[in-house]
T-cell receptor
Framework: DQQVKQNSPSLSVQEGRISILNCDYT??????FLWYKKYPAEGPTFLIS?????DKNEDGRFTVFLNKSAKHLSLHIVPSQPGDSAVYFC???????????FGTGTSLTVIP | KAGVTQTPRYLIKTRGQQVTLSCSPI?????VSWYQQTPGQGLQFLFE???????NKGNFPGRFSGRQFSNSRSEMNVSTLELGDSALYLC???????????????FGDGTRLSIL
């Protein structure tokens, strides 16, 4: 049972443009959400997180938006750079749980 | 500050053998989780340990087991290896304590296990 879903396996964006990565979840008890970036042959690197009391969190070029009513999470990267080319995973956890649930990832390619 | 360290980085085994993977968390982190990643799949949760106790377990057969030591280092063991066990095994640690709290997990670079 995939509780966190990333329905787009891949995304290509021109350098300098905005990249929007999407994530949907089914468990209404999730209250902490994260995005990770993963390069080949490396482990995932934590990018940005958001708790359910917020609907937006920014960190430099990265902004995460949370729409609780739609059970939808998105990551915006502006402007996109070639070094952003990687696989991006979203993850979620309930406020009482110790387990993180991960999506299947979206492979982002930023074209110079 | 040292990150999460996983050893070995690469491992080749044959069917029927067993294997032990090691994970040293970031200093001060007491929660350690293990994940399996296969091509086309996300990160499949194996188990999570805190203070030497397994708190959560994913939907994997009993051939997959783990433990955590008093210094928070963790090992996972897979017995009677099958071809389908070929995967990247990732370990992650976090500061999260028994009362929870919003702390991210930080990952090691994984152990690439290949079964022949």
């Amino acid at each position: 049972d995939q509780q966190v879903k990333q329905n787009s396996p891949s995304l290509s964006v021109q350098e300098g443009r905005i990249s929007i990565l999407n994530c949907d979840y089914t468990n209404s008890m999730f209250d902490y959400f994260l995005w990770y970036k993963k390069y080949p042959a490396e482990g995932p690197t934590f990018l940005i997180s958001i708790s359910s009391i917020k609907d937006k969190n920014e960190d430099g070029r990265f902004t995460v938006f949370l729409n609780k009513s739609a059970k939808h999470l998105s990551l915006h990267i502006v402007p996109s750079q070639p070094g952003d080319s990687a696989v991006y995973f979203c993850a979620a956890r309930t406020n009482t749980g110790n387990q993180f649930y991960f999506g299947t990832g979206t492979s982002l390619t930023v074209i110079p | 500050k040292a990150g999460v360290t996983q050893t070995p980085r690469y491992l080749i085994k044959t069917r029927g053998q067993q294997v032990t993977l090691s994970c040293s968390p970031i200093s001060g982190h007491r929660s350690v989780s293990w994940y399996q990643q296969t091509p086309g799949q996300g990160l499949q949760f194996l188990f999570e340990y805190f203070s030497e106790t397994q708190r959560n377990k994913g939907n994997f057969p009993g051939r997959f087991s783990g433990r955590q030591f008093s210094n928070s280092r963790s090992e996972m063991n897979v017995s009677t290896l099958e071809l389908g066990d070929s995967a990247l095994y990732l370990c992650a640690s976090s500061l999260v304590g028994p009362a929870g709290g919003n702390q991210p997990q930080h990952f090691g670079d994984g152990t690439r296990l290949s079964i022949l």
